[in-house]
């Protein structure tokens, strides 16, 4: 069943971009009245088409589709999607309808800011989505965030690189950071070569070794929040509700072992799974000796106290400028990302992912704010990877576009379809990588 709903999500993830992305090329030509020949969810290889306006059986049902001048329809491989423009040189790599004269409907007559317009088209309608979604999950949800003063409780890589639990960040480089969640992620994407630190009372400084960068991208959790067990309250149905464990009680050792933080106490609860064990409570100035008794789970059926997370509420006129800048934080961090990617001494090309991975950041059950979220994180990266100036991309061909605008000088027909023949050719190698990477990131599990 878990498969199944991320599947289901990954699809209409899928489904909403493409039609979003497309339609943004689509509005655009319409508007400069060039013909739009198709315009297809899914890639309709090999003519094999799920749907389509021009199916028999929908034009007898719908008889004016007969006249329409686009056809609309659904392919059957479900890696993209695309709208075929007249007059354009694009993956198709039709080129015969380029050897008749040019058209006043077709895209090679129209002007090069015309030109440009239409092919940023599906690249601001991303963007444009991503700040739609993120302005209405403020507006009804709000935002949950913790601050990056908290203290960080380290794994294995991030004890080798100088941090150690119950540690403040403070500072990378000269960047603040703002966010615990992204601690991880600004000390990769930002390359960070100094780190200032508050450790107990004395503010310490660390030098990251920058050959380590890999390792941080490809080592996940290396912070998490070092919370102290505080208890909240004890479940009804908890073996432990008549122990004597009071709201504000904070456990500090389980069976003789010191346990400072709440992790400290699950790794030694989940040890003596089915035990009673004794426990040391800090009740105000006091320490007080209890018996709890731990379930088969290695659990105590006790809910603890969480101080650290901040829930801020936005009104219909605040969460559209926190939307925006959300949007553009997004932006930013994915560009940081792609340079990462770019950079081989970086070892962030291992973890490039194909739709195996996107699939998998999906929740196991359907959440309607983190799937809003997610989508528009997608958006956000199906934007930025379009501006990328490869010929097979939105970039590249708006890089055409402002060379003739500059230069005053068109490149050529059979420069262009060159030039889209190697943009393809690097975007097949880039997915060959990212399924590559997702195979053996299954591979890995299956050992």
Sequence with gaps: MTVLIKTLQLILALSVLILVHEAGHFTWARIFHIRVDKFFLFFDIGGAKLFSTRMPWFVKLCPKAASWETEYGIGWLPLGGYCKIAGMIDESLDTEALKAPPQPW?????????????????????????????????????????????????????????????????????????????????????????????????????????????????????????????????????????????????????????????????QELRAHPGEELPVAVLRGADTVALSLQVDSLGMLGVFFRNPSLEHRTYTVASCIPAGCELAWDMVTGYVRDLRLVATPSTGAYKSVGSFVAIGQVFPARWDWSQFLYILAMLSIMLGVMNLLPIPALDGGHIVFCLYEMITGRKPSDRFLTVAQMIGMLLLFLLLFLAFGNDLSSIFRLIR
């Design 106 to 266: 077709e895209f090679r007559s129209k002007k090069p800011w015309q030109r440009l317009l239409v092919m940023a088209g599906g690249v601001l309608n991303n963007f444009l989505l991503a700040i739609a979604l993120f302005c209405t999950i403020l507006g009804i949800w709000g935002k949950t965030e913790i601050s990056a003063d908290n203290p960080v409780y380290v794994n294995d890589l991030a004890y080798e690189l100088g941090f150690r639990t119950g540690d403040r960040i403070l500072l990378y480089d000269d960047y603040a950071p703002e966010s615990f969640l992204s601690l991880q992620a600004d000390l990769a994407r930002r390359q960070v070569s100094k780190v200032t630190l508050l450790r107990g009372t004395d503010t310490l400084t660390l030098y990251m070794d920058q050959s380590a960068m890999g390792d941080i991208l490809q080592s996940p959790g290396m912070f998490d929040l070092a919370l102290p067990f505080v208890v909240d309250s004890v479940g009804a149905a908890s073996a432990n509700v008549a122990s004597g464990l009071l709201c504000g009680d904070r456990i500090i050792g389980v069976n003789g072992q010191p346990t400072p933080y709440l992790q400290d106490a699950q």
